[in-house]
C-alpha cells in the first residue's frame, strides 16, 4: 500500500481527504500544520505528499520547501492543495517548486488523475 501525506489544517477537509483516500486503498497520514509536515517527513518516507498553501506557522509553500531540501524527498512528488485559485495562481505554485496544483474545493476525480499521474514514481 502506498503512502500519502495530508496537510491540511481544516479538520473537516483533512477527514474527508483521510476517509476516500483510504477507501482507495491508500495509506494516509495527516498533519495539520507545517511544523507537523516537517517533522513527520524527517521520520517517515511518504510516497505523495498533498499540501495545503494557507497553514498556521510555516505555510504550505515553506513546509514543501523545506521538505524537498531532504534527500529522499528530491524526487517525492509534492502537490499544492488550496483555495487559491485566480488566474496565475497554478504556474505560480509550480513555479515555487510544488510538482502539481489542485484548486478547492477538491474534485476527488480530478485529486486521483493527479496521483495516476504520479504512480511510476511510485504512488
Known amino acids: 500500500m502506498k503512502k500519502i501525506l495530508v496537510v491540511e489544517d481544516n479538520p473537516f477537509n483533512l477527514d474527508f481527504l483521510f ?14 500544520e507545517g511544523n507537523e509536515a516537517i517533522q513527520k517527513a524527517n521520520k517517515e518516507i511518504y510516497d505523495l505528499i498533498l499540501m495545503d498553501i494557507a497553514l498556521p506557522g510555516i505555510d504550505g509553500v515553506g513546509a514543501m520547501k523545506i521538505i524537498k531540501m531532504i534527500p529522499l524527498y528530491n524526487s517525492i ?30 474534485n476527488f476525480p480530478d485529486l486521483m488523475k493527479i496521483i495516476a499521474k504520479f504512480r511510476g514514481s511510485g504512488v
Open 77 to 106: 512528488p509534492i502537490v499544492a492543495m488550496t483555495a487559491f485559485a485566480l488566474r496565475g495562481d497554478r504556474e505560480m505554485y509550480l513555479k515555487a517548486g510544488f510538482d502539481a496544483y489542485i484548486s478547492k474545493p477538491i
Open 19 to 32: 476517509e476516500l483516500l483510504t477507501m482507495n486503498g491508500f495509506n494516509v497520514d495527516g498533519a495539520k
